[in-house]
């Protein structure tokens, strides 16, 4: 099996790679690559926002902090 790219969904297509689920259990089947590629994007975005909601907390945590800090001097 060559894999010409890293993204998942153009893996999920690859005949050599449906073939060999189809061999490990033949009662498996595989996504295909626009659902597959559909779900990642999805996750991905999700993931991003819970990151950016994070960090946005954190820096105004911090800033409250040295806010409070620096109100001390």
Same mark, same amino acid.
């Given at each position: 099996?060559? /894999?010409? $790219?890293?993204?998942p969904?153009?893996? %999920?297509?690859?005949?050599?790679? /449906?073939?060999?689920?189809?061999?490990?259990?033949?009662?498996? &089947? &595989?996504?295909?690559? $626009?659902t597959? $590629?559909? %779900? @990642? !994007? !999805?996750?991905? *975005?999700?993931?991003?926002?819970? @990151?950016?909601?994070?960090?946005?907390?954190? /820096?105004?945590? +911090? +800033? *409250? /902090?040295?806010?409070?800090?620096?109100?001390?001097?």
């Amino acid at each position: 099996m060559f /894999i010409s $790219s890293l993204s998942p969904d153009s893996l %999920a297509e690859d005949p050599s790679y /449906i073939a060999m689920i189809a061999a490990a259990n033949p009662r498996l &089947t &595989t996504l295909s690559g $626009s659902t597959l $590629s559909r %779900a @990642t !994007s !999805s996750r991905f *975005q999700a993931l991003h926002e819970e @990151t950016r909601a994070a960090l946005d907390y954190d /820096i105004i945590e +911090t +800033t *409250q /902090i040295l806010c409070r800090n620096y109100s001390r001097f």
